[in-house]
């Protein structure tokens, strides 16, 4: 008979019902009341049974059992389940048994026996044979162990998972009949339960068993504790269910989440392959590469649809993982070159895309790969790879590689629920690889646009020492709208430059590189730098209008509307600094002593806004002081916002207590004062003032007199001979004459010649007139006109500026190239 637990069920669904007999035992277990539904039950009269022990009418065997009973009802306040009674006649009557206590103030427990006869309930007469072939038939496995943990009984379903019939099982343990089986921890489950009494229901096991040794299996296990009458352990009983191919199922999708979680984390074609392999490893295969089309790499556009020329197609490894620490199995490092043998497996995949797989590779044979010359090819047994799946990398019909899997240590071989799910991932991971692939290609045409829109170097001057930092907001294209630039001007002068345009990205980078182009243009103009603000807002505001007509809002032209720029131009010769801005942060400027100041610069509007002129200053700078121009960005955090009080303050700051090399200046206040992921794109140009020796300048002024041209001559021969440059006296006293004749004989007011040796020798004569001089081509029988055209010829370049006194006509020849 089971245990009282096992027969509580039926019991309490017969109570239930109105044919159950009441009796009532005193607290020695004996009969006090018999009914005659008792008597018809039973078969004894009341006489006969009152006052005598229930357990007088019950067949020996259950009679043993009532002093344990007995102490349930007191312990548990009653108890339920099947006892066989002795009828009056002799034979055997099966009970459903319920106690119930009966509890009086002051008095004894005495208790309340119901009675439900069990005679034609089915199953009851249910024989050994007929349980036994019940659970024989079943398909689920199952089993009995004594409290050693060693098989007393199991049904035929159990061999199915390997161990043998039921004859072999009996007195061995699990692990002596599934060996290659994780047996302890199985065992640890039962003795859990052993111990406790608490079933384990669907515990589940992933293992390899005897009947499927090359295969990893999963099955569902289930624990429960046999007791015997009195409630002691007497084994386990378990059941094993086959779960394998929902196991597989989830493993699949574990997988593939897996893989949407960590496949495509970045816009980096080679840290997307390896994510790929590194997703695949130890989840589907042992050892994984993946080899991209070199052009993949490069951003470009592989040629769509099948590949006839495969085998001259470069391909290089993005990416390979392996559960053997180093990726032993390959002599090919990541961004190596990948050579396929002709016709090889891999190579026909990347031709057709179609994938490939061969369960067992055939051990003997040699690997697909090409090594170096004179190498020893390798055997796949000699790298221990067994079984094989190719799945190209493809996305919106290209091609861009090959992912190759290989199973080493585990020994099942790839299937088609295998192949399925790599093509499913891979396929994931190819639009990954195309998206970066596609933003390699973006990305590098915006920063060769960059690169080409900021100066490679400075210029050669002597007017300043420059030093620059540029530091964009988007560190993924590393694209911005801000820009600098130094521009060297007539007379040994320098322009500054620094300017933002709203927006980032490729289309903030060539609005930049459109205002850049006009400043330096306007540059060569020689105008003030209101002057060259002025124009640039013209440019601003007309490209703006002509733009302004489609649909595209993000045009260069539209993008430029609102940009700021502050022009700077520095005289090394007198030390005048004048400068103007268009919605641009004043520049700070560091004194000789390190006194930090910001330039009192008359605010002006941003770029093709409109509204107030713009206004210049202008400064005397001494030797060594330093300008700090920079964008908004630096001064401007999610601390201090757009306060400008407080930007310029922590500037200040910086400024001040770094003494050093301007290179090193200008990064450490960068760093400084900029997060590590910036705020706002941050441009910073410094630049330390320097001046011309007295002895690099000579001046004279001259009288308007024709006859002064031979004694401007005369002089200018003599400096030259001073500065050792006479190999220029020649040219220099032709651009002289010319320049003096022409001044005495189209020019009013005072006339200057000055000369200047820098990195260039500079002639300048300065006249009260506002006409400027024209480049004529005379024929050959006009008796004029020929002086502009012969400087031009003679010098690097020459031109024209205006002053508030007139105008400059200068021309420069190279120090370095005097035939020039």
């Not at 990416?319 to 050579?339: C, F, K, M, R, W």
């Not at 124009?535 to 539209?558: F, K, N, P, Q, Y």
Request: charged fraction near 25%.
């Amino acid at each position: 008979m089971g245990s009282s637990k096992e027969r509580d069920v039926p019991a309490r669904q017969r109570f239930d019902m109105a044919d159950a007999v009441p009796l009532l035992l005193d607290a020695r277990m004996a009969v006090t009341s018999w009914t005659a539904d008792a008597e018809r039950l039973l078969g004894y009269p009341a006489g006969e049974v009152l006052g005598r022990r229930a357990a007088d009418l019950l067949i020996p065997e259950d009679a043993a059992r009532i002093p344990d009973l007995a102490d349930r009802c007191h312990g548990d306040g009653g108890w339920a389940g099947l006892l066989s009674a002795r009828h009056r006649d002799g034979h055997p009557l099966k009970l459903m048994v319920r106690v119930v206590p009966l509890r009086a103030a002051g008095g004894p427990v005495r208790w309340v026996v119901l009675l439900a006869e069990l005679a034609d309930s089915p199953g009851w007469h249910m024989s050994r044979s007929v349980l036994e072939r019940i659970t024989s038939r079943s398909p689920v496995g199952i089993a009995i162990v004594d409290p050693d943990l060693r098989y007393v009984w199991s049904n035929a379903a159990l061999e199915q998972f390997g161990g043998g019939p039921p004859e072999q099982r009996l007195g061995r343990r699990l692990a002596d009949i599934q060996p290659g089986l994780d047996a302890e921890r199985i065992e640890a489950q039962m003795l859990r339960v052993l111990e406790t009494g608490d079933p384990v229901v669907a515990y589940e096991h992933v293992g390899r068993v005897r009947s499927a040794p090359h295969r990893e299996t999963s099955h569902a296990m289930s624990f429960i504790r046999l007791e015997d009458d009195h409630g002691d352990p007497i084994g386990v009983y378990y059941t094993v269910v086959d779960i394998g191919e929902s196991y597989r199922a989830r493993r699949r999708l574990a997988l593939l989440d897996r893989a949407g979680e960590h496949i495509g984390r970045s816009l980096d074609v080679m840290q997307t392959a390896q994510e790929l392999a590194d997703v695949a490893v130890p989840g589907l295969a042992d050892f994984v590469t993946v080899d991209l089309l070199e052009s993949v790499l490069k951003g470009g556009e592989p040629a769509p649809g099948p590949r006839s020329d495969a085998d001259a197609v470069p391909l290089r490894r993005a990416g390979h993982q392996s559960v053997q620490g180093g990726v032993p199995e390959t002599a090919v490092g990541i961004g190596d070159v990948a050579s396929y043998v002709a016709g090889s497996p891999p190579i026909r995949s990347l031709t057709d895309g179609e994938s490939w797989r061969e369960e067992r590779l055939d051990p003997l044979a040699k690997e697909w790969t090409t090594g170096t010359p004179g190498s020893r090819a390798a055997s796949f047994l000699d790298l221990g790879l067994h079984s094989v799946m190719i799945v190209p990398v493809r996305a919106r019909g290209v091609t861009m590689g090959i992912t190759t899997f290989f199973r080493r240590s585990r020994q099942d071989p790839f299937d088609e629920d295998d192949l399925a799910l790599a093509e499913e991932f891979v396929g994931r991971a190819a639009l990954c690889v195309d998206n970066a692939r596609r933003y390699t290609r973006e990305r590098d045409a915006a920063l060769i646009l960059q690169r080409n829109l900021l100066p490679h170097r400075f210029p050669d001057q002597d007017a300043v020492e420059v030093a620059a930092v540029y530091r964009p907001a988007d560190e993924l294209t590393g694209l911005a709208g801000d820009w600098y630039d130094v521009i060297p001007l007539s007379g040994a002068r320098v322009a500054l430059v620094v300017g933002e345009v709203a927006g980032h990205g490729i289309d903030g980078a060539a609005a930049m590189g459109r205002l850049r182009s006009a400043v330096q243009t306007l540059a060569d103009l020689d105008l003030t730098p209101e002057e060259v603000l002025a124009h640039l807002d013209d440019v601003v505001s007309r490209a703006a209008r002509e733009e302004g007509t489609g649909a595209d809002d993000r045009t260069s032209g539209m993008q430029a509307v609102g940009a700021s720029c502050l022009y700077v131009v520095y005289d090394p010769v007198s030390g005048q600094c004048s400068m103007a801005g268009a919605g641009h942060p004043a520049p700070a400027v560091v004194a000789p002593d390190g006194t930090v100041t910001f330039a009192d610069l008359p605010h002006g509007p941003a770029l093709g806004v409109g509204g107030l002129p713009f206004e210049s200053l202008e400064l005397n700078l001494a030797e060594g002081s330093v300008l700090a121009l920079h964008t908004d960005g630096l001064i401007a955090t999610p601390r201090t916002g757009r306060d400008p009080e407080a930007g310029r303050e922590r500037l200040r700051r910086a400024l001040e207590a770094h003494g050093q090399p301007l290179d090193g200046l200008c990064r450490r206040i960068v760093d400084d004062l900029v997060p590590t992921r910036p705020y706002d794109d941050v441009a910073l140009l410094l630049a330390r003032t320097r001046r011309l020796g007295a002895q690099q300048v000579a001046t004279w002024d001259l009288p308007i007199d024709p006859a002064v041209v031979a004694e401007a001559r005369k002089s200018t021969s003599q400096q030259l001979h001073t500065w050792g440059l006479d190999e220029l006296a020649f040219t220099t006293e032709l651009v002289v004459s010319e320049l003096v004749t022409n001044a005495i004989r189209h020019a009013s007011g005072p006339i200057r010649l000055r000369l200047i040796t820098d990195q260039a020798l500079i002639c300048e004569v300065f006249d009260g007139g506002a006409t400027a001089p024209h480049l004529r081509h005379p024929k050959t029988t006009d008796e004029g006109g020929r002086g502009l055209f012969l400087i031009s010829q003679f010098t690097q370049r020459w031109g024209t500026r205006y002053t508030a006194e007139g105008k400059i006509i200068w021309a420069e020849q190279s120090l370095t190239d005097p035939a020039v």
